[in-house]
């Protein structure tokens, strides 16, 4: 939500007017004092109005006022035009009729009014997210500023709240977004800086920040060695030679992953290099280098040789400390590209292991989810050096994405009730071996300090709580009455 000051303070300040219709009339036939005065703009009789005179402010002229009903400040904001789709506002110049601010108007020498706006911004949060759940429910560009007061700057950024129900896209913007035409450039290539409006601090606060990003790259040619003679420098630094969905360190454009290209001698529709318009385009999914920060161009010095590029803005969603449920499973997609036993060792790490594929319906399921990874859709699995792919084959020290997969154990949990028949509760105290509900609460009320407790028939788990801590709390009627309030599942693989 934006908000805008509006101040309209005077609407007619007028000068010189000739005849006995204005304050320049008055002071030329003597009268030098400001304040309100009667002058006649129509001439007419029962012509008379009120108007406000400045005579000091300009030591030749009488300046004439009229004021209205608006003069105050008023503030615009989202609820303040309803359903209208803008804001209104009736000026009203209480005691003048339209003919007569008209005549005044037009027998003036001159006439101009004052009109401010203060462009007010919300107050820069961390994220998209945050700005979410600050209510703000308008797709609009707010102010982020991801590592708070006191660090780097806050930049502008388009926060897309609508495309996704449960999440919201992070859509940073750079200053050349449209179909951008080469030619004429060899050695040296042509080169295009993409200048975005966060610093390189802030760009991979967010990257790392979140789950997933990616940036739309489309190249349109004609008779270029593309892959040869172009590539793109990442925010690290790094010369980067794929063109969308594939392994950072290939030489490849994402036709090569489905097979699609032109010729199945390339890696890339423009690698024909004919006198053909071929188009290579796809997202670069791989958030350790993004988002890209300058491109470079060559083959395109012959009169024949012709390229055009377009480079998406920078778009990010999801928490990366977040997990993704389904089933009794829960997952972690780690876009790092690392080896198989690498993979296998960091997500042991987690109290968790490498995703099993257990069906197709989950092989599918974890596709979609793995765009992210480079190469698309390729990531490791519990198999032994036996990647998920789209049809290609790495050995064991290829460096590829992976998920991780941990457990969902199911929580009870249970609410005393004292002997008023009223609910009660305490902080946790804490945790025991029970091989039932029913020994958990026995447990519990053994332990004459325990108000609740939950059990977990997976781990057989019991944490006790308490709110009290002395041996008062045991009930002298025997056992004591414990409901069961909610039951929740709740991922164990370890993200700190």
Not at 399 to 411: F, R
């Amino acid at each position: 939500m934006m908000l805008l000051m509006c101040f309209i303070f005077l609407l007619i300040s007028c000068h010189n007017a000739n005849g006995q219709v204005s304050c320049a009339e008055l002071k030329q036939q003597g009268d030098l004092t400001n304040g309100m005065k009667t002058i006649n703009p129509e001439e007419i009789d029962g012509g008379n109005v009120l108007v406000e005179c400045d005579m000091t402010f300009d030591p030749n002229d009488g300046i004439t006022v009229i004021h209205h009903d608006s003069e105050a400040r008023t503030l615009v904001h989202d609820d303040s035009y309803g359903n209208q789709g803008s804001f209104v506002r009736t000026i009203t110049y209480t005691g003048y009729t339209n003919e007569q601010i008209k005549q005044l108007i037009q027998k003036s020498a001159s006439c101009e009014q004052y009109l401010e706006f203060h462009w007010i911004a919300p107050p820069a949060l961390r994220s998209c997210a945050e700005v979410k759940a600050a209510g703000f429910t308008q797709t609009d560009s707010y102010l982020l500023d991801p590592d708070g007061d006191g660090g780097e700057s806050a930049f502008w950024a388009y926060c897309d709240l609508d495309v996704y129900e449960d999440e919201v896209v992070t859509v940073v913007f750079h200053d050349t977004p449209y179909r951008t035409y080469v030619h004429g450039y060899s050695d040296p290539k042509f080169q295009r800086v993409l200048t975005y409006p966060a610093t390189d601090t802030q760009l991979r606060m967010l990257t790392e920040d979140s789950s997933y990003c990616q940036q739309y790259v489309d190249i349109d040619c004609y008779h270029n060695a593309f892959i040869t003679s172009c590539h793109w420098i990442s925010i690290n630094g790094n010369e980067i030679l794929n063109w969308g969905g594939v392994a950072s360190y290939s030489h490849a454009c994402p036709c090569s992953i489905d097979g699609s290209c032109s010729s199945s001698s390339y890696y890339c529709n423009c690698d024909e290099n004919d006198s053909t318009w071929r188009e290579d385009k796809g997202y670069i999914f791989n958030k350790e280098e993004l988002p890209m920060k300058e491109i470079l161009i060559g083959d395109t010095d012959d009169s024949y040789e012709e390229l055009y590029f377009r480079v998406g803005p920078l778009e990010c969603k999801g928490d990366a400390q977040s997990t993704i449920t389904r089933g009794n499973s829960c997952y972690k997609v780690m876009t790092e590209a690392v080896t198989w036993q690498e993979a296998a060792n960091s997500c042991q790490r987690m109290n968790a292991h490498l995703v099993t594929i257990d069906d197709d319906d989950e092989r599918v399921y974890l596709t979609k989810l793995t765009q992210a990874l480079v190469p698309l859709s390729s990531f490791w699995s519990d198999a032994e050096c036996s990647p998920v792919s789209a049809g290609l084959s790495f050995s064991c020290d290829a460096l590829i994405g992976y998920v991780c997969e941990g457990d969902l154990s199911e929580y009870n949990h249970f609410k005393k009730f004292g002997s008023d028949k009223s609910p009660l509760e305490g902080s946790l105290l804490s945790s025991k071996t029970a091989i039932s509900s029913g020994a958990c609460s026995l447990y519990c009320e053994r332990s004459a300090i325990c108000n609740s407790f939950s059990y977990n028939s997976e781990t057989h788990e019991c944490k006790m709580s308490s709110e009290r801590t002395d041996s008062n709390a045991v009930s002298e009627n025997g056992f004591d009455l414990f409901i069961l309030e909610t039951t929740y599942k709740e991922c164990q693989m370890h993200l700190g």
